[in-house]
């Protein structure tokens, strides 16, 4: 019986693997398409964005230089400046300053003469006449305007006001990767300068104003750069944009939130932007971790009136709603991956199992034909490849019947060969053992003929002899001798000797056979009418049943009578109480012989003895010589015939078949 291998690898599993391999692919390269696209395009994108916010920024930034540096230079370029700065009349100038510092909210407002004393400072009235170190009343008094950012000592900002000086005041944080601490107090100053030339009516110098805002600690400026540039976006209650103002590399303002929930002021600048920005004098502009958050960041060194960086003006833009977005989107793509997965496995479950139901039908029936069923046929799917696989399984196994049937019905007709030839041996066998059983009935027979012949020959003379003697001794006694019945005796005994020694020269048959035609229903005519002289046939009823279409036949009549007549003689003798006696003759045909039947009602003969009776000397009669038959027998195989018996307790029947003419004669030597 075929055997079944475990499957490993069903077809089923291997359509669904097939199916959705290309699908992984897909949404693989989808995911990884997804993410460049975010992060090359979006991200970049914001990156760009946020160097030109830092473009925005800096307007904002330069518009409140501006700002001041009008305000400046709109006062100084007044009449009534021109003859404050002259008098040097301190009540006169508070009235042309005091408004103003305090209507534009400047930190400083200071008007100082031709020689850089301070003449008035309208934040601080009660310090006046030092000469302040300062670039930028250097160049107004030398005639020139000039705005721009400083940055003030403590000392300085002291001179200006203490007050000033307080609200300078920064605690620096230390904060991992900035540059070593120098001081965890920062009493400089970052300011938003301007200082103008004061004229009198002929144009020469007669002093100088300068005005300024404090940028530490002050948030005014961040936050309008926030609300300008990002317009208070928030994410998650954060602000996405960020703006700040370094001094060197300290926050003095912002709006970054440290973690303590206040403005991450006096936290610092990483060294590595600090060397780009405020070494390099370069701006920075990429990803960047701030106070406590990953930023697209943006920074630009401030430049102080010498060219060189006082500080940075920094915005940057949360970078959470990006990485949001990101997972946002991968998120996408992985529900749609799991969702065409869980469709792709559906469809390709179904698939397969349509596609392997016509394949597992195909090997049940394949294992049948297998164990010997035919003409199995199977259901024709769809005109695909299963399907012409069905169709060549069916016509597989049509031809595979075909050729069956084919065989079964050759080996049929060899069945019947076999037995016809196995009949036709049987038949040669069966005439064989008969021929051999004749054959050797007649070499016991011609053995028994050549004794009988020549004790014949040896009885026959003294036998003559005593007949002749007898005869003579019969003829020579008186008719009332008191011996003559014994001699009487003595001529019947020798008569049956005769008769015996007759027959066992007839049984040895020594001459051959006279044929001539032979008118057969003359002769049983003649036997009926003689025989009479041997048995009595007052009690038998003779009935002739001749055949008027069977006329002379080729024998020997001498020999055929004798055969008819032992027929006839047993036949009465089975009769003693009489009965009927039925001869009957038949032509066979044209050239199909003849058969002649000699039946009685008398006694029967025994099944033991059926065998026997054609055995010379068998004989069931006390004065029987049992050579009648045996002699009959001789004749009608000499003429190429055969002899019949039926017999039963109601009556015997013998029948002669004689060939229309005899072959081959057969003497027994
Ligand atoms: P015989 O007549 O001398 O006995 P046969 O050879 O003629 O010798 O017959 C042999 C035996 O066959 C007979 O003894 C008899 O028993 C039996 N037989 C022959 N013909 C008949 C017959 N018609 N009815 C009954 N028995 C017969």
């Known amino acids: 019986m075929p055997t079944r291998l475990p499957r490993r690898f069903p077809i089923r599993a291997k359509i669904t693997i097939g199916a959705l391999a290309p699908l992984f692919v897909a949404c693989f390269l989808c995911s990884l398409t997804g993410l460049y696209l975010i992060k090359a395009k979006i991200v970049n994108q914001a990156q760009e964005k946020v160097r030109t916010d830092l473009n925005s920024a800096r307007e904002v930034y330069q518009n409140d230089l501006d700002r001041i540096g009008e305000l400046v230079d709109l006062t100084c370029g007044s009449p009534f400046a021109a003859t404050a700065f002259a008098t040097g009349d301190r009540q006169v100038l508070a009235q042309l ?9 400047l930190d400083i407002l200071t008007a100082v003469d031709a020689q850089g004393r301070v003449l008035y400072r309208a934040h601080n009235a009660t310090s006046a006449g030092d000469r302040p170190d300062c670039d930028f009343v250097k160049r107004a008094l030398s005639g020139r305007s000039v705005t721009g950012t400083s940055v ?12 000033l000086a307080r609200r300078a005041a920064i605690s620096v944080v230390s904060t991992p990767h900035a540059k070593p601490l120098a001081s965890t107090e920062e009493r400089s100053g970052m300011i938003m300068v301007s200082a103008a030339p004061v004229r009198n009516a002929s144009g020469e110098v007669i002093g100088a104003l300068y005005g300024a805002t404090l940028l530490n600690n002050n948030n005014h400026l961040v936050d309008k750069i926030k609300q300008i540039v990002y317009e208070g976006v928030k994410f998650h209650g954060t602000d996405v944009g960020t703006a700040t103002i370094f001094l060197g590399d300290t926050r003095i303002a912002t709006n970054v939130i440290a973690s303590n929930g206040y403005r991450a002021i006096g936290t610092r600048l990483s060294e590595q932007v600090y060397n780009r920005v405020l070494l390099e004098k370069k701006k920075w502009i990429a990803r960047a971790f701030v106070v406590n958050d990953w930023y697209f960041t943006a920074y630009e060194p401030i430049l102080g009136l010498q060219g060189e960086a006082v500080g940075s003006l920094y915005v940057g833009m949360l970078e959470k709603p990006y990485t949001q977005m990101q997972k946002n989107v991968n998120s996408i793509l992985y529900l749609v991956l799991l969702v065409t997965s869980l469709l792709g496995i559906a469809f390709s479950s179904i698939i397969g199992a349509l596609l ?35 169709r060549a399984f069916n016509q597989m196994t049509k031809a595979l019947s075909r050729q069956e049937a084919e065989i079964n019905l050759l080996h049929r007709g060899l069945e019947l060969k076999v037995q016809e030839r196995t009949a036709e041996l049987s038949e040669k066998n069966r005439q064989l053992l008969e021929t051999q059983a004749d054959l050797a009935r007649a070499e016991k027979l011609a053995d028994l003929g050549i004794m009988a012949a020549g004790v014949a020959h040896e009885i026959n003379t003294p036998l003559a002899i005593i007949r002749g003697n ?11 001798h008191g011996n003559r019945e014994e001699v009487e005796i003595i001529t019947r005994q020798t008569e049956r000797m005769a008769k015996i020694v007759g027959n066992l020269l007839a049984f040895a048959r020594q001459k051959s056979l006279d044929r001539k035609q032979v008118e057969v229903h003359g002769i049983l ?41 032992n027929l006839i003689l047993n036949a009465t003798q089975a009769m ?58 001789g004749i009608v195989k000499d003429h190429g015939g055969d002899i019949q018996v039926t017999s039963s307790p109601l009556g015997t029947r013998f029948r002669i078949i004689l060939p229309p003419e005899k072959p081959q004669s057969v003497i027994l030597e």
Not at 584 to 613: M, N
């Open 576 to 633: 003693p109480q009489g009965g009927t006696l039925t001869l009957s003759t038949r032509s066979l045909g044209p050239g199909a012989g003849c058969s002649i039947e000699v039946a009685d009602t008398g006694t029967g003969i025994a099944p033991e003895h059926l065998e026997k009776i054609f055995t010379p000397f068998f004989t069931t009669k006390d004065s029987g010589t049992g050579l009648g038959l045996s002699v009959s027998y």
């Open 356 to 390: 392997s139901r016509p394949i597992r039908e195909l090997e049940s029936l394949a294992h049948r034909v297998a164990l010997g069923e035919r003409d199995l046929q199977m259901e024709e799917p769809a005109a695909d490849e299963v399907g012409d696989l069905a």
């Open 525 to 565: 005519d003649d036997i009926l009418a003689q025989i009479g002289h041997q048995v009595s046939l007052e009690r038998v009823k003779v009935e002739r049943d001749y055949d008027p279409d069977l006329g002379a036949i080729k024998g020997d009549a001498d020999q055929l009578r004798q055969v008819f007549s």
């Open 97 to 105: 300053l005091i408004p103003l510092q305090q209507k534009k909210h």
């Open 470 to 480: 007898t005869e003579v001794l019969e003829m020579c006694l008186p008719p009332d």
């Open 152 to 163: 003030l000592t403590g000392q300085q900002l002291a001179t200006e006001s203490p007050d």
